[in-house]
């Protein structure tokens, strides 16, 4: 069984910043993949940013050069370090994962609020 235990999210001013963090653990084989996909009232959830396990980098446009993803391949661990934060950065923010043979992990969810 594998879990994402997710941490960081809660109530920012528009102009802060928050971190958050995604912890895998449990059965998970070789991951792939880690990122950050949010979801806010009446949307469809969006990738936010996902970094790949050479390193690479995908962000959504509404967040570059706000946002920031890291990883740790040996803590099976993704951060999202969310500068400048605006109200339309408002959402739940979902950890999610991809191992080998395309297995896909999701995480409960944290809730991130930016108030103006």
């Known amino acids: 069984q594998v879990q994402l235990v997710e941490s960081g999210g809660g109530l920012a001013q528009a102009g802060g910043s928050l971190r958050l963090s995604c912890a895998a653990s449990?059965?998970?084989?070789?991951?792939?993949?880690m990122g950050w996909y949010r979801q806010a009232p009446g949307k469809q959830r969006e990738l936010v940013a996902r970094?790949?396990?050479?390193?690479?980098?995908n962000y959504a446009d509404s967040v570059k050069g706000r946002f920031t993803i890291s990883g740790d391949n040996a803590k099976n661990t993704v951060y999202l370090q969310m500068s400048s934060l605006a109200p339309e950065d408002t959402a739940v923010y979902y950890c999610?994962?991809?191992?080998?043979?395309?297995?896909?992990?999701w995480g409960q969810g944290t809730q991130v609020t930016v108030s103006s």
């Open positions: 970094i790949l396990r050479g390193g690479d980098t």
């Open positions: 999610h994962v991809v191992s080998a043979l395309n297995r896909v992990y």
């Open positions: 449990g059965s998970i084989f070789s991951v792939l993949a």
